[in-house]
């Protein structure tokens, strides 16, 4: 196993206002792109060559990365003029692949966050001598997602979308986002047209006759695909309840990163990151949440399961709980913001004018 495809184009659109600026997986997770954390579990499980599918914001990725030796790897960025979805962005990137027709690439979606055993999947993949393998992982409420049944030796028997009666719902089993295909398989996907590995390749593929085989990791799993979940899994990368060697400094109750201050009397707890250059003042408390770079949160403002945006600023007193705050936005002193509400970015609440509210 020598190389992977990172699919990262998409606009992150239910991430607004993080991803305005910002591409979905360079938003910060635990006080460095997201992306990151993936980078450095794939290097760590062997990979050495990796294409990044890019499309949204794509000028923004190789400035970071560069040629990606800083994390022992070779990058390559490739740039879909038009969307092609998860199948067309794999076939998109594949003349960039060195592999052998009979050898397995690792493919990623940018937006999950997981403790799978990477080489596991490879793993089965070549015992099992499937056309390809599918991390699955079980959920306790899967009508949000697409379910993927196996028989009693793991091989897939069908792709099913998003269930919604009891007896549709023939499995705990989802499609978790990562796969192993044989480096063949991956020019058989139409080139030049949007295409869903989901909805047309993985379905077509099986009804032709190809060996799709299912490796289910129960190991932590998380969709970053809202806010709320972003928040999350960035608190339990600080916490360590989800593996990652780039975290940039011990797991514990809080990251507070080079350069922030956090007055004496603030209290920051349950996995908050505090960004480079971040300020927290005098009685602030900030609980599951993260605070990127030269953010202010003023003195005595609370901060609960929330993100604030980059140089933005939390006025005095100032209370928000499930909030998101583009950056740049300016929320004065006395507000209360709740409920899942969402800030633009460069925005500005004056002093006392919101006491709540709920998404849109």
């Not at 979905?24 to 060559?49: I, N, S, Y």
């Not at 052998?100 to 799978?116: A, K, M, R, S």
């Not at 080139?191 to 190809?210: I, M, N, Q």
Request: contains cysteine.
């Amino acid at each position: 196993m020598t190389e992977a495809i990172l699919l990262v184009g998409g606009k992150g659109t239910r991430l607004r206002p993080l991803t305005v600026n910002t591409p979905k997986p360079m938003v910060p997770a635990a006080g460095v792109p997201f992306l990151t954390h993936q980078l450095v579990r794939a290097r760590a499980a062997g990979v050495d060559h990796i294409v990044l599918a890019t499309s949204y914001l794509a000028e923004v990725f190789e400035p970071y990365f560069g040629d990606g030796s800083a994390l022992g790897l070779h990058l390559e960025y490739v740039t879909e003029q038009e969307p092609l979805g998860t199948g067309g962005a794999i076939r998109n990137v594949a003349e960039r692949l060195h592999s052998g027709p009979d050898e397995p690439v690792l493919i990623f979606n940018g937006d999950i966050l997981t403790g799978l055993d990477i080489e596991a999947l490879v793993t089965t993949h070549e015992t099992s001598g499937a056309d390809v393998s599918l991390h699955l992982t079980r959920v306790d409420d899967p009508r949000a997602f697409g379910l993927v049944p196996t028989d009693g030796t793991g091989r897939v028997t069908a792709f099913l979308e998003k269930p919604q009666t009891p007896e549709e719902i023939v499995t705990d089993q989802i499609n978790a986002g990562a796969y192993v295909f044989t480096r063949s398989v991956i020019d058989t996907i139409p080139a030049g047209r949007p295409v869903s590995v989901e909805r047309e390749t993985f379905p077509g593929l099986l009804g032709s006759g190809a060996h799709l085989q299912g490796m289910v990791d129960s190991t932590y799993w998380l969709d970053l695909g809202t806010p709320q979940a972003f928040v999350r899994g960035s608190a339990d990368l600080v916490l360590g309840h989800a593996p990652s060697p780039a975290v940039p400094g011990r797991c514990g109750d809080r990251l507070i990163l080079d350069s922030a201050t956090v007055a004496p009397g603030a209290k920051v707890t349950g996995g908050t990151v505090i960004g480079a250059g971040a300020v927290v003042g005098e009685g602030a408390r900030i609980n599951g949440s993260t605070v990127l770079d030269h953010a202010v949160v003023e003195p005595g403002a609370v901060v609960t399961d929330s993100l604030i945006g980059a140089g933005a600023r939390i006025g005095a007193r100032s209370v928000l709980t499930g909030a998101v705050i583009g950056d740049g936005a300016r929320v004065g002193a006395d507000n209360e913001l709740r409920a899942g509400i969402r800030i633009w970015c460069g925005a500005v609440l004056p002093d006392g004018s919101v006491r709540f509210s709920s998404d849109q």
